[in-house]
């Protein structure tokens, strides 16, 4: 059995990894002004370079799924890192427009990463409790988000963009040699309750066969289709919500600062807490982790529609009731990871769940342009409410087909488990 504290000294390694891939990921925001002036470039060319980048990961992330399961995870997670840190510092020392399109874009590579870190989580925590080490893991995205923006105004205006890079350029690579030696590989399906006590476990190989039988499996359509329209309202308040608050709540830079920051504090929380009340109800119910998540999309809707239609003078209900929606919003996401890992075999949970973030990732780029269209036609707000609101309504709607059908999904994994561990024994025995 691997001990307790070696187990939270990787999660702790894996934590600080996504922080500052996150920060490093989200800098590119906060400096884009100097960038554009440091090219001479205007608002389109500055938009193909961060398209060039979730181009690149989107069509990545079936290749890291396929890698994670076929090869060594620890050692491919420190080439990733390695990539972050070598393509960073490319960026930070790129002459002309041209040259930092291209290379900005290579940055997208490791960005398609993060399955490999989720299918060795699941290798070292059993089911009842990889809920709330994914929130754990998952706060890193609200807080990768403010210590980039921190970053960037702190040492952007006194060492120059390119010396930001630098310095997360070389996070990356010192972060790269720490995986390597401090995370060791573990044996796919060894935390699962009826392979965990066998002395050895056989290897079970990458089999494309499994792979297509994962889209026979109802509650894994479901949940994919949930989760091309699930990141809809997180990429139209990523992208507009700043300038809605600006333009049409008429907000100062400091009330916008304190309003978003105190919505990412209690997104922060609502990770962990998502996780955790997903872990709680799994051990009592199947449908616990859909349950928690169902219960956040429909609160984070009704908290959102309630704060973009107060008054504008009511600032401090209107930071109140953001903050509420802020906090139920990531409930599912903790959830939606475990219950894919829930349903599949081990030797096949990076290519599942790359095929969830691909499919993602196709929401994400079309969600930012569908809320800039109808916000010509009508206002911002209204376009952040139409687009959030119908895509959670899609999404308690797939949630609720998921429940149902997951229960099935789940028993037919743990059968195959069993018999794995039937068939172990009896070769054990002979």
Known sequence: MRSSRYRYSVVAIFFFFMLLHQSD?????????????TFNINEAQMGAVFTGALIIGALLFPVWGYLYDR??????????????????????????????????????I???????????????????????VYGLLQLTQPLGYMMGMILALVLGSAIGWRGVFYITGTLGILLAVIIFFGVREVPRGSSEPELAELEHIAAHRFDWQVVKRLFRKKSLIFLYIQGFFGVFPWNVI??????Y???????????????????????????????????????????GRILVSLLGVIMGAIFLAIAVN??????????????????FMPF??????????????????????????????????????????????ATLGAAILVVSISAWILDALFFGFTARV???????????LRRRADEEKLGQAV
């Open 71 to 108: 090869f060594a995870r620890p050692k491919l997670l420190a080439l990733a890192s390695l990539i972050w840190g070598s393509t960073t510092w490319l960026s930070a020392i790129a002459p002309t427009y041209p040259t930092f399109i291209v290379t900005r874009a290579s940055t997208g």
């Open 25 to 37: 990921k989200l800098l590119i925001g906060p400096l884009t002004t100097p960038i554009m002036e």
């Open 332 to 377: 599912a996401s903790p959830n939606v990871i475990a219950s894919v890992y829930d349903v599949t075999l081990p030797e096949v949970r990076s290519t599942a769940l790359s095929v969830q973030y691909a499919i993602e990732s196709a929401g994400a780029a079309l969600a930012p342009l569908i809320a800039g269209l109808i916000a010509t036609s």
């Open 238 to 243: 990523t992208y507009w919500f700043f300038r």
């Open 406 to 416: 997951i229960p099935t999904d789940i028993n037919t994994l743990r059968d195959q």
């Open 245 to 287: 608050l600006e333009t049409e709540r008429n907000y100062d830079d400091t009330t916008v600062l304190i309003t978003m920051s105190i919505a990412i504090l209690c997104m922060t929380l609502g990770y962990e807490s998502g996780g955790a009340a997903g872990d709680y109800l799994f051990k009592r119910t199947p449908r």
């Open 310 to 327: 107060l008054p504008n003078e009511q600032q401090v209900l209107f930071t109140i009731t953001v903050a509420i929606a802020a906090f």
């Open 110 to 132: 490791d960005d398609s990463s993060y399955p490999g870190i989720f299918s060795l989580i699941a290798d070292y925590f059993s089911p009842k409790s990889r809920g709330k």
